[in-house]
């Protein structure tokens, strides 16, 4: 015997999906298997036109659903944060990045949980949310600093992320977004980076050649910091670097390090000034007089430290009497150089991955009008 749904509507919405066999079209729509019960997502499957899909959900909707005035009333649910947390993130391990979820993981245990641990997520109010926004608003750093406007928007995003999974889960109203962001009153961040003669100022005073060959590679290649440690040898052609993973240390479980592809899963191959050809001849070559291993381009063995990474750079920029700058500000100094020599929006996306409309927004104000 088959189940029984109810619903509140007979609407619907049909998606496209590709097969080994061609096109098909999938209905998607929102049904009850109890009539107290959370609501659950129906699909039907696999029709080879739109019009017969339709002519599927009026079946299926007509046999085997019944149709009710309102749903489920949510105050007779008891669905408690920690219980849905976990669920979530549970869910989001099948399809998000390792990265991704660590930051969510991290972000929810200082800024979320504290506040709603043990609470019935169905039974909180407007006051509720507002109160835990005001003490968000008003929190510390350990150092006694208040949280970056920045960091405080990324909690209430990821937040919002969960309320709205909640609401494809449970029906449960997301309360948050209808709340506004609070104002705060902060100065800029002005984009930083070097310009040529900054950089070679800054490269005349690395005399290691492990350090000097990585930065050339980040300036001159504009990759960044978590694709160039996750490198390897044969990443290496002779004349361009073939750029298709990342390295990320925000992991859980106590591993060191996870390397994941690229965001948007495509192969990059950045051409490389014969400059930075020639620094990278050099040091294989003294890799392999060395007998250092090939797994990483930097490192050997294994990766290395970001921390100590970042230290070096920022010793190695005080040295050389240039302004102190981001290891990601590379990247930022590879783009200015590229503009400066003309290069368009297009060229600039397909040397760095970027899409066009994300180069335009981040590096636009440094084209002259």
């Given at each position: 015997?088959?189940?029984?749904?109810?619903?509140?509507?007979?609407?619907?919405?049909?998606?496209?999906?590709?097969?080994?066999?061609?096109?098909?079209?999938?209905?998607?729509?929102?049904?009850?298997?109890?009539?107290n019960g959370a609501p659950i997502q129906k699909k039907?499957?696999?029709?080879?036109?739109?019009?017969?899909?339709?002519?599927?959900?009026?079946?299926?909707?007509?046999?085997?659903?019944?149709?009710?005035?309102?749903?489920?009333?949510?105050?007779?649910?008891?669905?408690?944060?920690d219980d849905a947390y976990n669920q979530w993130i549970?869910?989001?391990?099948?399809?998000?990045?390792?990265?991704?979820?660590?930051?969510?993981?991290?972000?929810?245990?200082?800024?979320?949980?504290?506040?709603?641990?043990?609470?019935?997520?169905?039974?909180?109010?407007?006051?509720?949310?507002?109160?835990?926004?005001?003490?968000?608003?008003?929190?510390?750093?350990?150092?006694?600093?208040?949280?970056?406007?920045?960091?405080?928007?990324?909690?209430?995003?990821?937040?919002?992320?969960?309320?709205?999974?909640?609401?494809?889960?449970?029906?449960?109203?997301?309360?948050?977004?209808?709340?506004?962001?609070?104002?705060?009153?902060?100065?800029?961040?002005?984009?930083?980076?070097?310009?040529?003669?900054?950089?070679?100022?800054?490269?005349?005073?690395?005399?290691?050649?492990?350090?000097?060959?990585?930065?050339?590679?980040?300036?001159?290649?504009?990759?960044?910091?978590?694709?160039?440690?996750a490198l390897s040898d044969n990443d290496y052609t002779?004349?361009?670097?073939?750029?298709?993973?990342?390295?990320?240390?925000?992991?859980?479980?106590?591993?060191?390090?996870?390397?994941?592809?690229?965001?948007?899963?495509?192969?990059?191959?950045?051409?490389?000034?014969?400059?930075?050809?020639?620094?990278?001849?050099?040091?294989?070559?003294?890799?392999?007089?060395?007998?250092?291993?090939?797994?990483?381009?930097?490192?050997?063995?294994?990766?290395?430290?970001?921390?100590?990474?970042?230290?070096?750079?920022?010793?190695?920029?005080?040295?050389?009497?240039?302004?102190?700058?981001?290891?990601?500000?590379?990247?930022?100094?590879?783009?200015?150089?590229?503009?400066?020599?003309?290069?368009?929006?297009?060229?600039?996306?397909?040397?760095?991955?970027?899409?066009?409309?994300?180069?335009?927004?981040?590096?636009?104000?440094?084209?002259?009008?």
């Open positions: 015997m088959e189940n029984h749904y109810f619903i509140t509507s007979t609407a619907y919405s049909i998606s496209e999906r590709k097969t080994k066999k061609g096109i098909v079209y999938d209905v998607i729509f929102r049904a009850y298997k109890d009539i039907l499957c696999g029709y080879e036109t739109r019009r017969l899909a339709q002519r599927a959900h009026t079946d299926f909707v007509t046999r085997h659903c019944t149709l009710i005035e309102k749903a489920p009333r949510p105050d007779k649910q008891r669905i408690i944060y549970g869910c989001a391990e099948g399809s998000l990045r390792e990265g991704t979820i660590y930051s969510f993981v991290s972000t929810f245990k200082t800024f979320i949980t504290p506040y709603f641990t043990k609470k019935n997520l169905a039974t909180l109010t407007k006051n509720d949310f507002y109160e835990w926004q005001d003490t968000l608003w008003k929190l510390k750093k350990p150092n006694g600093e208040l949280y970056s406007f920045a960091t405080l928007k990324r909690v209430r995003l990821y937040f919002n992320n969960f309320l709205n999974w909640c609401y494809r889960r449970y029906d449960i109203r997301n309360i948050l977004a209808s709340i506004p962001i609070p104002k705060r009153n902060e100065a800029q961040h002005e984009m930083l980076f070097w310009e040529r003669h900054e950089f070679e100022q800054f490269i005349s005073v690395v005399d290691d050649i492990k350090w000097r060959t990585l930065f050339m590679t980040l300036y001159y290649s504009g990759c960044r910091i978590g694709e160039a440690m002779g004349k361009s670097l073939k750029i298709s993973k990342t390295l990320t240390t925000k992991v859980r479980g106590g591993q060191r390090y996870l390397i994941n592809g690229r965001k948007n899963k495509r192969l990059l191959e950045v051409p490389l000034p014969q400059k930075l050809i020639r620094q990278l001849d050099e040091y294989l070559e003294w890799k392999k007089q060395h007998n250092i291993s090939s797994k990483f381009l930097f490192g050997g063995d294994a990766p290395l430290a970001h921390t100590t990474i970042r230290r070096k750079f920022s010793e190695f920029a005080s040295a050389a009497g240039v302004k102190q700058i981001r290891i990601h500000d590379l990247r930022h100094s590879y783009v200015s150089l590229l503009i400066h020599t003309g290069a368009n929006y297009t060229v600039i996306a397909e040397l760095i991955g970027d899409n066009k409309e994300q180069v335009v927004k981040t590096y636009g104000h440094m084209y002259p009008n």
